[in-house]
C-alpha cells in the first residue's frame, strides 16, 4: 500500500473514531451516520457503507444514495454464511462489552457437569417418537440445521408443536442414560415466517445451546442459582464465603465430583482469575448481556435490522432477567452494533459481507 493510501486510511479511521465517540454518547445523532457512510463510501469500503446506509434505511434517516446502495448490494432470501461462528471470533466481536468472560468461561466449562446434576426425564406430554430429525424438509427443520451449522452446537432433539402458542422451549433431558438437549418449537415459529426471519429467532434461542447459556438454562435461568453455583465454586477452592455452607459444599460436590480432572484445575485457575480481577459479579448484568449477545448473533444469521426489528416486535415475553429487556433496548443494541467495527469483521469472518 502506498504512503499516499495508508494516509487516506489513517485520516478516515481518525473520522470514523469521531462520529463513533459521538453516536456513543447519543446514538441517534444521525449527522454521525450520515457522516460515517460517507467516509466508508469514499474509501471504498463496501460492506462498512452498506451496514451503515442499511441502519439508516431501517431508521427510515436513509438519503437517496443510502439507499440506492442498500438496493444495490441487497440479496433476497437467506444469505448464508461461508464459514461458522468461531469461538475467538464470538468472543471478539460478537460478545456484549457488559458480559463478563470469565463468568462465561467458569459457566461453560461447569456446563456439562451441571447439566447432568439438573438433567430431567422427558415430559410425558413428549413422546420419544415424536421426535423429528434434522433430514426433515420443512422450512423450520432446514434452517435449524443451517443455524446448528454456523454456530458450530451440539444438534439438539426436536419435537414440533404446531398447535400451541409461544416460540420455542430448550429443556435439560436425561433419556436413556444420555444427556439429550431437547428443542420444543410451538406454533408461532412454525409458519408465516420467511428463511432470514427463521434464521434470527433461531440464531437468539439456539444460543442457548452454547455451553455457557445451556448451563443457565439447566439452572432454571435463576440468577439466585447461578449465584449459588458460583459461591460453592469459591468454596471448593478454599475461598471463604458467605451463606450455607453445608448446602454449599454439597452443590460443589454435585458439580466437582462429575468434572475430570484436568477441567477440575483449569475450574481453580479460572475462579482464582476470577477473583483477582471481578471480586464483585454481578449475574443479572451477565444474564443481560449475554441474551444482547445472542441478538447480536440473530442479526448475523438474520441479514438486516428489518428482519430484526419484525422478529423483536413479534416475540413472546422473555424469561427472568431476559424479560426486563424491552423491544426498545434490543433494538437500540442491535443499531449500535450494526454499524461497529466488531459488526463488520463478524461479516468478514462469516463471509456474508457485501462488496465482493
Same mark, same amino acid.
Given at each position: ?168 422451549? !430448550?429443556?435439560? @433431558?436425561? *433419556?436413556?442414560?444420555?444427556? #439429550? ?5 410451538? /406454533?408461532? $415459529?412454525? +409458519? ?55 448446602? !454449599?459444599?454439597? @452443590?460443589? *460436590?454435585?458439580?466437582?465430583? #462429575? ?5 477440575? /484445575?483449569? $475450574?481453580? +485457575? ?87
Amino acid at each position: 500500500m502506498s504512503d499516499a493510501a495508508l494516509d487516506l486510511r489513517s485520516s478516515v479511521e481518525w473520522a470514523v473514531r469521531e462520529h463513533q465517540a459521538r453516536i456513543a454518547a447519543e446514538p441517534f445523532d444521525f449527522e454521525s451516520y450520515h457522516a460515517l457512510f460517507e467516509l466508508y463510501d469514499g474509501a471504498g469500503m463496501v460492506d462498512e457503507s452498506w451496514c451503515v446506509a442499511s441502519v439508516l434505511s431501517f431508521l427510515k434517516k436513509a438519503t437517496p444514495r443510502e439507499l440506492s446502495c442498500v438496493q444495490r448490494h441487497r440479496t433476497p432470501g437467506l444469505v448464508r454464511a461461508k464459514s461458522s461462528l468461531s469461538d475467538e471470533v464470538l468472543r471478539r466481536h460478537v460478545t456484549h462489552p457488559d458480559e463478563n468472560l470469565l463468568v462465561t468461561c467458569i459457566l461453560g466449562l461447569i456446563a456439562p457437569a451441571v447439566a447432568g446434576w439438573r438433567a430431567v426425564e422427558l415430559p410425558k406430554t413428549l413422546r420419544p417418537e415424536e421426535r423429528i430429525g434434522l433430514d426433515d424438509p420443512s422450512l423450520l427443520v432446514r434452517t435449524t440445521k443451517y443455524v446448528r451449522g454456523v454456530l458450530d452446537l451440539t444438534a439438539p432433539e426436536l419435537f414440533l408443536r404446531p398447535g400451541d402458542r409461544g416460540d420455542c422451549s !430448550l429443556m435439560d @433431558i436425561k *433419556r436413556a442414560g444420555r444427556l #439429550r438437549p431437547t428443542m420444543v418449537v410451538f /406454533g408461532d $415459529l412454525l +409458519s408465516g415466517h420467511t428463511e432470514p426471519e427463521l434464521a434470527f429467532a433461531l440464531g437468539r434461542l439456539m444460543m442457548d445451546l452454547y455451553a455457557p447459556r445451556f448451563c443457565l438454562v439447566a439452572l432454571d435461568r435463576s440468577p439466585q442459582a447461578v449465584k449459588q453455583v458460583l459461591l460453592a465454586c469459591l468454596q471448593w477452592v478454599g475461598l471463604p464465603v458467605q451463606g450455607d455452607r453445608a448446602a !454449599l459444599g454439597q @452443590i460443589g *460436590r454435585e458439580i466437582v465430583g #462429575r468434572m475430570p480432572e484436568e477441567a477440575r /484445575g483449569q $475450574l481453580r +485457575s479460572l475462579i482464582e482469575r476470577l477473583i483477582e480481577q471481578s471480586p464483585r459479579v454481578d449475574i443479572k448484568q451477565w444474564i443481560a448481556a449475554s441474551e444482547l449477545t445472542a441478538y447480536r448473533v440473530a442479526l448475523l444469521l438474520g441479514g438486516n435490522h428489518r428482519i430484526a426489528g419484525r422478529m423483536i416486535s413479534q416475540e413472546q415475553p422473555g424469561l427472568g432477567v431476559a424479560g426486563t429487556i424491552s423491544p426498545r433496548q434490543k433494538i437500540t443494541e442491535l443499531v449500535l452494533y450494526g454499524i461497529s467495527d466488531d459488526y463488520f469483521a463478524a461479516r468478514q469472518s462469516l463471509g456474508i459481507h457485501v462488496g465482493d
